[in-house]
C-alpha cells in the first residue's frame, strides 16, 4: 500500500511561484518514479512533470518546461513542484502519482500505481 499525500496547493497572480509538495509513504527503494499530472474539468488528466529514484533524472511537458521544477528528497518519500511564471492556462487540480513497475512511460497516466487526492492550483490575473 501506497499512500500519496499533496500540499501546497493555493491561489497565485500569474506570473507568480508556488510550489507543491507530495509526500509518499513505503520504502524509497521499491519506487522507480514519482510525476506531477494536473486535471481540469471535462479534459484528461495530463502529465506534468516526473522524476525517477535512481539517477534523478527529470521529464517535463514542453508546456511548463523551463517554468517548473520537479526535485526529491533521498531519505525521505517527499517530492516537490517548484512552479515559477504561474499562467491562467496551468490553473487545474494537481495530482501526485507513484510508478512501482517498470519500465514505465512517465508521460502516461497508465503507467502510474497509486495517486494522491489533488491539489488545487488557482492562476488568477
Known amino acids: 500500500q501506497v499512500h500519496l499525500v499533496e500540499s501546497g496547493g493555493g491561489v497565485v497572480q500569474a506570473g507568480r511561484s508556488l510550489r507543491l509538495s507530495c509526500e509518499a509513504s513505503g520504502p524509497p527503494g521499491s519506487r522507480l518514479a514519482m510525476g506531477w499530472f494536473r486535471q481540469t474539468p471535462g479534459k484528461e488528466r495530463e502529465f506534468v512533470a516526473a522524476?525517477?529514484?535512481?539517477?534523478?533524472?527529470?521529464y517535463y511537458a514542453d508546456s511548463v518546461k523551463g517554468r517548473f521544477t520537479i526535485s526529491r528528497e533521498n531519505d525521505k518519500n517527499v517530492v516537490y513542484l517548484q512552479m515559477n511564471g504561474l499562467k491562467r492556462e496551468d490553473t487545474a487540480v494537481y495530482y501526485c502519482?507513484?510508478?512501482?513497475?517498470?519500465?514505465?512511460?512517465?508521460?502516461?497516466?497508465?503507467?502510474?500505481?497509486?495517486w494522491g487526492q489533488g491539489t488545487q492550483v488557482t492562476v488568477s490575473s
Open positions: 522524476v525517477t529514484w535512481s539517477g534523478d533524472n527529470t
Open positions: 502519482a507513484v510508478a512501482l513497475y517498470g519500465p514505465p512511460i512517465l508521460m502516461r497516466r497508465q503507467s502510474y500505481d497509486y
